[in-house]
T-cell receptor, first 116, second 111 residues
Framework: GAVVSQHPSRVICKSGTSVKIECRSLDFQATTMFWYRQFPKQSLMLMATSNEGSKATYEQGVEKDKFLINHASLTLSTLTVTSAHPEDSSFYIC????????????FGEGSWLTVV | KQEVTQIPAALSVPEGENLVLNCSFTDSAIYNLQWFRQDPGKGLTSLLLIQSSQREQTSGRLNASLDKSSGRSTLYIAASQPGDSATYLCAVTGGGNKLTFGTGTQLKVEL
């Protein structure tokens, strides 16, 4: 069964609103989680590294004020897309590092965001 | 900056054929390499993980090889089936446990 859960799997929001996506590690504590986005027919691009109890580390070119990442607990990281625009429509997927499995990385099921 | 390239971008084969997907990466300083499968509109399914010290891994009809020094990996699929149709992604793990994904190979296995 899934060890990393993402919610919602699909969301539609209006331009200008904010939307939050959750990533949970189900049976382990994940001090480190990662957020990726994937545009249609393209590969996954790392957006940021989410560290529990500290600020996220963003990749070059990713707007930290637009993509707010909060890793408030050892099992939950959230990605909030603020003031969403249609060009933010994408597939967002998280992954979590499981120390007990030799730092194996487990991926969530992904979230489809459509901004209309 | 690590760059991962996959060839071919798309592949269509008749059922039963053996096939090879290729992955190349520019920086050989990796911890491991993984092959994933992605079905349309879905997340990732991990197929095989090869540690940097290993040369190959096998799982059922899948065999993945790694030549770290030359920056290459191949995924061999034996006796392909229509259910194998999907996009196959390779990814290398570098510093900070960050994955860099390849561009993907879209595979279609026809009856």
């Amino acid at each position: 069964g899934a060890v990393v859960s993402q919610h919602p799997s699909r969301v539609i929001c209006k331009s200008g609103t904010s939307v939050k996506i959750e990533c949970r590690s189900l049976d382990f504590q994940a001090t480190t989680m990662f957020w990726y986005r994937q545009f249609p027919k393209q590969s996954l691009m790392l957006m940021a590294t989410s560290n529990e109890g500290s600020k996220a580390t963003y990749e070059q070119g990713v707007e930290k004020d637009k993509f707010l990442i909060n890793h408030a607990s050892l099992t939950l990281s959230t990605l909030t897309v603020t003031s969403a625009h249609p060009e933010d429509s994408s597939f967002y997927i998280c992954s979590a590092l499981r120390p007990q499995s030799g730092n194996t990385i487990y991926f969530g099921e992904g979230s489809w965001l459509t901004v209309v | 900056k690590q760059e991962v390239t996959q060839i071919p971008a798309a592949l269509s084969v008749p059922e039963g054929e053996n096939l090879v997907l290729n992955c190349s990466f520019t920086d050989s300083a990796i911890y491991n390499l993984q092959w994933f499968r992605q079905d349309p509109g879905k997340g990732l399914t991990s197929l095989l993980l090869i540690q940097s010290s290993q040369r190959e891994q096998t799982s059922g009809r899948l065999n993945a090889s790694l030549d770290k020094s030359s920056g290459r990996s191949t995924l061999y699929i034996a006796a392909s089936q229509p259910g194998d149709s999907a996009t196959y992604l390779c990814a290398v793990t570098g510093g900070g446990n960050k994955l860099t994904f390849g561009t993907g190979t879209q595979l279609k296995v026809e009856l």
